[in-house]
């Protein structure tokens, strides 16, 4: 049997809030797989377990950048290892400054973009200068960009989230639709760009939770497919019900304006990096090390 430290159950009970105890039989139930406890809690405990899922450690800021013709624009994310510096003038200066050179660039990853002109040298010796000046480390984490023959809109809340969106229609719905995407944080525009591992845990669950109730395997099956296509309704944008009026969906709210959306792109600071919180700055490192 796997041997369950304090670490593991301090880890899983970041991840779910869920009681300690609780994470403690669930990791031993689970021989000590993370992802697998995780599952078992949600099972347990319901929605309650994952709420805090989305929680991430890593600091950083995210870049925003709309040509003034509006047809091209970038978003970015660069870590760095405190909030504290996040916050630096020098280092925002720097992050805005590359998604304005992605948006014109358009390099291909980050070392393409690493290579780049910028400043009194390169976009890599400018970095290692602010990590001199600044004394401490950062990386440019990811990036994308959207060149387009409609319009886009942004939207940056805190600096840790950022939104970028193609869509077609009055100025006013591509804004509304950056900070509803901001606020609810879909997955995808519809069923179809979800993935399909997250469809297939949230089936797991569901069957799971389904079995324990004694019903009948038709009933089951019913229970379970309801489950899947309300997560689905959750976390596709046409189907989340509009902020600004939760009585219309945003598929509905769009069709009355006259507008579409083609794509959109989400980031978060530190979202997806999986890792202890102690560990981060040695990622950072690594990341820069990589491009050194």
């Given amino acids: 049997m796997a041997e369950i430290t304090a670490s593991m159950v301090k880890e899983l009970r970041e991840k779910t809030d869920a009681p300690m105890m609780e994470c403690k039989k669930a990791l031993t139930e689970a021989e000590g797989d993370l992802a697998r406890a995780e599952e078992i809690l949600r099972v347990k405990l319901g929605s309650k377990a994952s709420k805090a899922a989305a929680r991430v450690t890593a600091e950083g800021l995210i870049g925003l950048f709309i040509s003034a013709d509006g047809k091209q624009g970038a978003v970015i994310e660069v870590n760095c290892e405190t909030d504290f510096v996040a916050k630096n003038d ?30 009194d040298g390169t976009v890599e010796t400018t970095r290692t200068t602010l990590i001199g000046k600044i004394g401490e480390n950062m990386a440019i984490r990811r990036f994308q960009r959207i060149q387009t023959a409609n319009a886009l809109a942004s939207y940056v ?136």
């Avoid at 720097?94 to 002109?117: C, I, K, M, T, Y």
């Avoid at 079995?211 to 497919?225: F, L, N, R, T, W």
């Fill in 90 to 119: 020098d280092f925002v200066a720097f992050v805005n400054g590359l998604a304005r050179l992605v948006a014109e660039q358009s390099p291909a990853d980050v070392d393409a973009l690493s290579a780049l002109p910028y400043g």
């Fill in 157 to 292: 809340h805190g600096g840790r989230i950022g939104v970028l969106v193609e869509y077609a229609g009055a100025e006013e719905v591509g804004k509304d639709l950056a900070m509803h995407i901001a606020a609810t944080k879909p997955k995808a525009l519809d069923a179809d760009g979800v993935a399909a591992a997250d469809i297939a845990t949230e089936r797991s669950v569901a069957e799971q939770k389904a079995a324990e109730s004694g019903k009948p395997a038709d009933i089951v099956a019913k229970m379970v497919e309801g489950s899947v296509q309300k997560f689905l309704k959750e976390v596709t944008l046409l189907s989340q019900p509009f902020v600004k009026n939760d009585k219309q969906s945003v598929a509905q709210m769009l069709k009355e304006k006259g507008a579409s959306i083609t794509q959109f792109v989400l980031y978060v600071v530190g979202e997806g990096i999986e890792k202890k919180t102690s560990d981060f700055a040695a990622e950072v490192a690594a990341a820069a090390a990589g491009r050194g």
